[in-house]
């Protein structure tokens, strides 16, 4: 599985729209690109997953690159509750999902 | 059940008891999924299951790890001898397929504390 590169932390306002970005340069054809987030002392939660096409749910959209070597995700409309780790994850199998260290997202009032 | 349910929620054993930690994936998941997290990281594989087939368990770190899930529901992973190491936050995922084009569920954990 291909290594992901995330910023260690983002700090956002309440009600505004978060970037997170995710490098992903040696991901091959067949990685999926999957996010995950997870708030203090919950288990990961499921976020969006895609292959190459833009991916839109109703917790965020994912903007994928067109060389896939990055990816994006966006929360439209940051609340507190959205305060959490966001982990990018690459994966060709599916299941040894590798989670790294993610990027921890403050959001303020 | 509504989601991934795993017992005991904390669990303190002595250093060298053997521990059985369960996993109550949700109802029709195939696949089924060990992670073990430290304080301030993330999850990090340890096994996985397709229905009552462990698949891979490359991520077991030696042999005093085992994990089964005999009628490809309910599954345990055992711990023996435990040493403090061993502590951890131990999670269980589950999801309704296997592939990678699929999301995984994943329980509230238990909490390991080797002392």
């Known amino acids: 599985d291909a290594k992901t590169t995330q910023p260690n932390s983002m700090e956002s306002n309440e009600e505004e729209p978060v970037h997170l970005p995710c490098n992903h340069s040696?991901?091959?054809?067949?990685?999926?690109i999957h996010w995950y987030r997870q708030l203090p002392s919950q288990g990961p939660e499921y976020v969006i997953h895609?292959?190459?096409s833009n991916v839109n749910n109703r917790m965020a959209s994912l903007a994928i690159a067109e060389d896939r070597k990055s990816s994006t995700l966006i929360l439209h409309r940051a609340t507190l509750r959205d305060a959490a780790v966001y982990y990018c994850i690459c994966s060709n199998s599916g299941y040894a999902l590798n989670f790294g260290k993610g990027t921890s997202l403050l959001v303020t009032p | 059940g509504a989601g991934v349910s795993q017992s005991p929620r904390y669990k303190v054993t002595k250093r060298g008891q053997d521990v059985a930690l369960r996993c109550d994936p949700i109802s029709g998941h195939v696949s089924l999924y060990w992670y073990r997290q430290a304080l301030g990281q993330g999850p990090e594989f340890l096994t996985y299951?397709?229905?009552?087939?462990?698949?891979?368990k490359s991520g077991l770190p030696n042999d005093r790890f085992s994990a089964e899930r005999p009628e490809g529901s309910i599954s345990t992973l055992t711990i023996q001898r435990t040493e403090q190491r061993d502590s951890a936050m131990y999670r269980c995922a589950s999801s309704k397929r296997q592939g990678r084009n699929t999301e995984a569920f994943f329980g509230q954990g238990t909490r390991l504390t080797v002392v």
């Open positions: 040696t991901i091959s054809g067949t990685d999926y």
């Open positions: 895609g292959l190459t």
């Open positions: 299951f397709n229905y009552e087939a462990q698949q891979d």
